[in-house]
């Protein structure tokens, strides 16, 4: 029986993250032979800044606050309304997660009492993403000498690495018996630093497919059909288009609370959604509205029609935009990313082809997964 440890962002109040990282944990329990459990690491940090620096910060937050005022006090006025979801994020953690057992508040804490194992996993998510920062333990630098280490689905976040990244990589991933990558763009960037094969793979979450991802949903509540949005940025094109929408379909639309602009607008809400409820709630939408990457794929995994914006203004290339005009290319799905111009107008989507290629997709990144772990 090999034991398998796998290190990713998981204890996070966001459906991505909490799905990701428990999808990546099954697909590995799934394989014969094997046991698996994600290492309870916190991400904290030492606080070894000077007052100073504190101070700076503080003022920085305040010119910030004074700038962006509407934002900023419609997020301190509805607190509360945005923390309703998270004793469901808990329970969620506490029901399907397999932790190591120990906890591990500080990097130093892993490399100084790492936990064994046969094979090391990094997961998916934007683990290699120097957007978020380059953390030692996302490298799984407290592995032993000589360990199996493997990545499987990390997303590197930025279309290029500067010089400083490129030596920092090309040192860190030469101890990696087996590296993929989540997008195409971000294989080709880490294979500039890595000697081996990067191949691209799917999002852990579409290891899965939708008729195991139903039977842990939670249906909803809401009666008839309904769009809905979940809307992590704050372009105000993508809202305008979706009151369009649901006036043309005559279908209400449903917000699941996370961006400031959603709240106090009149909008139908559902704060109590956690992990369970946010796949319920995607699977029986007549339609899903969303510039969330996960959001995408659960709409692709549970054939469910859905139109997908960009987060970040500045095309493909700006921020972590490119992961999204990705996923869709790769299933054919073009048609459903709206632009501020882009014409509102319904259409279903016929998910024949779709699933064809998600099939072939799924098969290939299964057989990377044996393949790394040796089974």
């Not at 949903?217 to 809202?239: F, H, N, S």
């Amino acid at each position: 029986m090999k034991k398998i440890g796998i290190i990713t962002y998981y204890r996070y109040y966001n459906y991505g993250t909490a799905l990701q990282a428990y999808a990546l944990q099954k697909a590995v329990s799934l394989l014969p032979d094997v046991q698996s459990e994600l290492i309870d690491y916190r991400y904290l940090k030492r606080a070894n800044k000077s007052r100073w620096w504190f101070i700076k910060v503080r003022l920085k937050h305040l010119f910030d606050y004074i700038k962006n005022y509407k934002k900023v006090s419609r997020k301190v006025k509805y607190k509360d309304l945005f923390m309703e979801k998270q004793p469901l994020f808990v329970r969620f953690f506490d029901d399907y997660f397999q932790l190591s057992p120990n906890t591990y508040l500080l990097n130093e804490e892993l490399q100084n009492n790492p936990p064994a194992y046969d094979v090391y996993m990094v997961g998916s998510d934007q683990t290699w993403s120097p957007l978020i920062g380059l953390n030692p333990a996302l490298f799984l630098k407290f592995a032993p000498r000589g360990a199996c280490k493997v990545a499987y689905a990390p997303s590197i976040g930025v279309t290029e690495f500067n010089e400083e990244q490129k030596q920092f990589f090309s040192e860190a991933l030469s101890s990696f018996q087996h590296i993929s990558c989540r997008e195409d763009l971000g294989a080709s960037v880490l294979s500039e630093c890595y000697q081996g094969e990067v191949p691209v793979v799917l999002d852990p979450t579409l290891l899965l497919n939708s008729k195991q991802w139903s039977e842990m949903a939670v249906k909803p509540t809401i009666e008839g059909d309904y769009i809905l949005c979940y809307l992590i940025g704050d372009r105000p094109y993508y809202r305008e288009y979706v009151r369009q929408l649901s006036k043309q379909m005559n279908c209400p639309a449903y917000y699941i609370p996370v961006s400031w602009r959603d709240v106090g607008e009149g909008n139908q809400l559902l704060p109590k959604t956690g992990p369970r409820e946010f796949l319920g709630l995607i699977k029986h939408a007549k339609c899903v509205c969303t510039d969330s990457f996960h959001g995408s794929i659960f709409s692709i995994n549970f054939n469910t029609p859905f139109y997908t914006f960009l987060k970040h203004a500045g095309g493909e290339s700006a921020s972590d935009n490119s992961r999204i005009v990705g996923i869709l290319k790769k299933f054919g799905l073009e048609s459903r990313l709206r632009s501020p111009q882009s014409p509102v107008a319904f259409e279903e989507i016929d998910y024949k082809s779709v699933n064809e290629r998600l099939e072939a997709l799924r098969a290939s990144s299964w057989q990377y997964l044996k393949d790394a772990v040796g089974v």
